[in-house]
């Protein structure tokens, strides 16, 4: 019983400590901190408000010809004008389930700055192997899972964190939430950000794990960046994608992660069942690549 006990707490420790060693480079590093929020701000100060979608379907932007205006008397004019203020609300809505683009583009900002954070967890694993910490660390009664869950839960907690920053800043920009929220949701959100941060950050490691050089993890990168990021909705709904790109979106798990972000954030209305789904499939893929995690560096992490 006694030695039981000694190897749980050792376990326990050791998670603790690597877990706390990573966030320390984090927090410690204030620059490194402010250059993650950087790029997500600008997409949101830029692309979020200069992208003003809804302003396409104004009355304004629709020029009817004058000899077809002078067919219509002032009050089928005024009833017509009428009709195309209310068309801007009511395609926004059909589309983006929001009239704010920027409202629907920062929920797909919080996604990709978790994407973004999660990725480095790969290289991590590269610097300390040769840092020559890790065969250190390998020394130690720590087992390998462990070392691995510990660079999981530090890149999912700086993410969330991080996350959390986007969402305070996105409202002075006009974020604006649904009917359907509630303080409550904010729960949901950070559930959703757990899983999807913990299943990205796992297969990152996994893809890095036997990796010696720096540039493995800087490739892998920038070759899953942009399609993890545009094959999802984060910009764009997946119904109004080509057919083939729908295909590719909708087994991306980004997708379902910033639906459910959706629909508890600014969606006027809750899809219980949809939202169960989007839940069920970030579970299950932040479970299956976790253990595949672990199982990979029982295997293939070595001094």
Same mark, same amino acid.
């Given at each position: 019983?006694s ?7 050792s ?15 984090w ?12 790029q997500?701000?600008?997409?949101l ?10 302003s396409l ?6 020029q ?5 205006i002078m067919q219509?008397?002032?009050a ?7 009709f195309f203020?209310?068309?801007?609300d ?7 389930g ?5 409202s ?19 290289m991590s694993?590269?610097w300390?192997r040769?840092?020559g910490?890790?065969?250190k ?8 899972g ?9 890149a ?14 996105a409202?002075p =920009?006009? +974020?604006t939430?649904g009917? *359907?929220f509630?303080p409550?949701? &904010?729960?949901? #959100?950070?559930a959703?950000l $757990? @899983? ?5 950050s ?5 893809i ?5 050089r ?9 070759l899953?960046?942009?399609p ?7 910009f764009?709904?997946?119904?109004r ?6 295909v ?9 992660t910033?639906?459910?972000?959706r629909?508890?954030l600014?969606?006027?209305?809750i ?7 989007? =839940?069920? +499939?970030v579970?299950?893929f *932040?479970?299956?690549?976790?253990? &595949?995690?672990i #199982?990979?560096?029982?295997? $293939? @992490?070595?001094?």
């Amino acid at each position: 019983m006694s030695t039981a006990n000694n190897v749980t707490k050792s376990k326990i420790h050791g998670l603790w400590a690597l877990t706390n060693r990573e966030l320390k480079k984090w927090y410690k590093a204030p620059v490194v901190f402010v250059l993650t929020l950087i790029q997500p701000v600008i997409w949101l100060g830029l692309l979020g408000n200069a992208l003003n979608l809804s302003s396409l379907f104004s009355a304004d932007s629709i020029q009817i010809p004058p000899d077809i205006i002078m067919q219509f008397s002032p009050a089928q004019i005024a009833a017509l004008s009428q009709f195309f203020n209310g068309l801007q609300d009511q395609i926004m809505r059909s589309t983006f389930g929001t009239t704010s683009y920027l409202s629907f583009m920062a929920v797909g900002m919080i996604a990709f700055t978790a994407l973004f954070t999660t990725m480095f967890s790969g290289m991590s694993v590269v610097w300390d192997r040769r840092l020559g910490f890790l065969n250190k660390v390998l020394s130690t009664p720590v087992s390998r899972g462990v070392i691995i869950v510990s660079k999981v839960l530090s890149a999912t907690l700086r993410a969330m964190f991080q996350a959390a920053i986007i969402l305070i800043i996105a409202i002075p =920009f006009g +974020f604006t939430f649904g009917a *359907a929220f509630t303080p409550l949701n &904010i729960l949901g #959100v950070f559930a959703m950000l $757990f @899983l999807i941060c913990m299943g990205l950050s796992s297969m990152f490691i996994a893809i890095n794990v036997r990796s010696t050089r720096i540039e493995t993890p800087m490739a892998v990168t920038n070759l899953l960046n942009l399609p993890l990021t545009f094959a999802s909705s984060a910009f764009f709904p997946i119904e109004r994608m080509p057919e083939w790109l729908q295909v590719v979106a909708k087994v991306n798990p980004l997708s379902y992660t910033i639906d459910g972000m959706r629909q508890l954030l600014i969606f006027d209305t809750i899809n219980y069942s949809q939202l169960a789904l989007d =839940f069920a +499939f970030v579970g299950i893929f *932040a479970l299956v690549l976790t253990s &595949i995690g672990i #199982v990979l560096s029982w295997r $293939f @992490l070595n001094k």
